[in-house]
């Protein structure tokens, strides 16, 4: 049989000082075939002159320069919609793919039932100048890993801790198109899918590093440790709708751990609207608790 087409779609956003590395990571590869979509969300830094030089010297890649910025979930979502590969990667272009990261992974997902929707793995953070500061799941000396990563039905995990390397995802399509793509009013997208996918899908963790993880000023990790988050209404937005998920009594007190967490979140950084947000849903899965105590 022939292997899998993996679409990968690169979004970029005044990414012009690490998009070339993030490019040639893409050509560097050992995977075949690869569907390549290139995403401009309106860059003012020159990304739209590289990305045109790629796409030229690149035929079969697809270039989508958009004339404004439309937020990173819908960006995606113009390119997944049109794309046809099998397994899907949500490819930011400060990041960088080792050379054996598609091959690996997809060989992983060949060996799993057809009920897992995503594969991810270990990475390694890097500084903006490319040098290397840690691994994402560190080793404690104990032959464990911090944060620990889970695997199978994961949906509980994900709703208490963030253990997951965004950047290492590898989804499968047909996952994906359940959920409808990314929700386009959300600011930011692996929560969202986590939860979502996680429901009726399994995960399963790789015990390899695929992936370095740019660690700068401008990167979405990095915004949420500012005085204002800027995406903590969507992380409250999620977790809304992951009140009515929850199945079992053991996946509300999950979600009540992980809005305990966003709630003093808020409070630290004085977003008072939010904290009356997760206040009033951590009620909601407290009544959510007792309600499937009751059914049990």
Not at 9 to 34: K, W
Not at 42 to 64: C, F, K, V
Not at 205 to 229: E, G, L, N
Request: charge should be positive; glycine fraction near 4%.
């Amino acid at each position: 049989m022939a292997p899998p087409v993996v679409t990968i779609i690169a979004l970029c956003h005044n990414h012009a000082r690490f998009l070339r590395e993030a490019l040639d990571s893409v050509l560097a590869q050992d995977y075949a075939p690869l569907e390549v979509w290139l995403v401009d969300n309106a860059s003012t830094d020159g990304s739209p002159a590289i990305l045109r030089e790629y796409a030229e010297a690149n035929p079969s890649w697809h270039l989508l320069l958009l004339p404004e910025n439309i937020g990173n979930c819908r960006a995606f979502n113009q390119a997944f919609l049109q794309s046809t590969g099998e397994f899907v990667v949500d490819f930011a272009t400060d990041d960088v793919l080792l050379p054996q990261r598609l091959s690996q992974q997809v060989a992983l997902f060949q060996r799993l039932p057809p009920d897992y929707g995503m594969v991810y793995s270990n990475c390694a953070h890097i500084t903006e100048a490319g040098q290397l500061l840690g691994l994402h799941h560190r080793p404690d000396g104990r032959g464990r890993l911090n944060p620990r990563p889970a695997s199978g039905w994961v949906f509980e995990d994900v709703l208490s801790r963030y253990f997951i390397s965004t950047p290492t995802m590898l989804m499968r399509r047909a996952a994906l198109l359940a959920l409808g793509g990314y929700d386009e009013a959300l600011s930011y997208e692996d929560f969202d899918f986590w939860v979502r996918a996680s429901r009726d899908w399994r995960f399963q963790y790789q015990d390899v590093v695929t992936t370095r993880k740019r660690k700068h000023p401008r990167s979405m990790s990095a915004q949420v440790t500012q005085q204002h988050d800027p995406y903590l209404d969507s992380t409250l937005a999620v977790c809304r709708k992951a009140v009515a998920l929850c199945r079992t009594p053991a996946e509300a007190r999950a979600l009540a751990r992980r809005l305990r967490h966003e709630l003093a979140h808020a409070l630290r950084r004085r977003q008072w609207a939010a904290a009356r947000q997760a206040s009033q849903l951590l009620v909601d899965v407290v009544g959510r608790v007792v309600g499937l105590r009751g059914q049990a």
